[in-house]
């Protein structure tokens, strides 16, 4: 059978690991070698090296010998230790719950729920979390719970603190802030505990903040971006996983470059979501590697 094959079969039980640390001669060869002599077949593995920190990068994906997925993780993840890597196991057929946060513009809402209804994300959409009402109906007409949470500077901190246990009471693991005109705080981010990702529209760390296309209106910008990143306690500085760019002119006016950019926003959102959901993604450093 060949690997295509194998690593397109959705019901075959696999395990992915992503690791990274010092790099150090034979490390390939010692993950293979661990692999193999436990009876595992290696579907797909990736490796990088940054030459100017000496770290080491992998993603490898593999399908078990006779350990169950729980055993084999928790081995694997003993034998990194060993040799001294940082390592994250998962397996691709895990579906984890999602919350997508939202307030008025529905473009990248729409997006990431009409990808998910269509089977293009291993995920469960569980929640949508907003502080307006604007797109309750389309939310309910996808059956996707919808939770109201009108927020002031006064109100935040209690607000957030609900937003969480609304969270907690789905299970969600990751957060998509789908154009959420909101910022998260802090202790937000510390009482989640998951990861976040957020699509600024922008080309990072060009226009951070508000109205970066009328910065960019008043700059003259021959180029507009989007970014999508992780969320950190820093507002707009967490490690960048996707950006994209499109050329415009003198002649383009405010509504063009946004309308340029909500195109650029759910791309880059897209693709984001689709490398964490495939577990692709490895960050260090406020830097992330990608792995195709």
């Not at 999602?98 to 990431?112: E, M, N, Q, T």
């Not at 969480?164 to 802030?177: A, H, M, N, Q």
């Not at 971006?225 to 950190?232: C, F």
């Amino acid at each position: 059978m060949s690997e295509n094959t194998l690593s397109g079969n959705a019901n075959i039980e696999s395990i992915i690991a992503l690791l990274h640390g010092p790099d150090q001669p034979g490390l390939v060869a010692r993950v293979a070698n661990w692999i193999w002599e436990r009876g595992g077949n290696i579907l797909h593995a990736d490796q990088h090296r940054d030459g100017e920190a000496i770290v080491f990068f992998q993603r490898v994906e593999w399908i078990p010998g006779s350990a169950s997925l729980e055993e084999e993780s928790a081995a694997f993840e003993a034998f990194a230790q060993e040799i001294g890597m940082h390592v994250k196991t998962s397996t691709p057929n895990a579906k984890p719950k999602v919350g997508l946060f939202a307030s008025k513009y529905g473009h990248c809402f729409h997006d990431i729920v009409l990808r998910w209804r269509s089977g293009e994300y291993p995920c469960d959409i569980a929640c949508v979390i907003s502080n307006h009402r604007d797109l309750e109906d389309d939310a309910r007409h996808y059956g996707i719970p919808y939770h109201y949470f009108p927020m002031t500077k006064e109100n935040k901190a209690s607000v957030e603190k609900e937003e969480i246990e609304c969270l907690r009471s789905y299970g969600v693991k990751l957060g998509i802030l789908a154009r959420y005109m909101q910022i998260l705080s802090a202790d937000f981010l510390k009482g989640f505990g998951y990861p976040v990702i957020n699509v600024h529209h922008s080309f990072l760390p060009a226009f951070a903040g508000a109205r970066p296309y009328q910065q960019a209106y008043e700059r003259g910008v021959k180029l507009i971006g989007a970014t999508a990143h992780y969320v950190t306690p820093i507002l707009d500085q967490g490690p960048i996983i996707n950006q994209a760019v499109a050329a415009v002119h003198h002649r383009h006016t405010i509504r063009d470059l946004m309308r340029k950019g909500q195109d650029l926003e759910k791309m880059v959102l897209a693709q984001a979501v689709r490398w964490h959901l495939e577990n692709r993604i490895l960050t260090y450093a406020n830097k992330t590697v990608v792995f195709d």
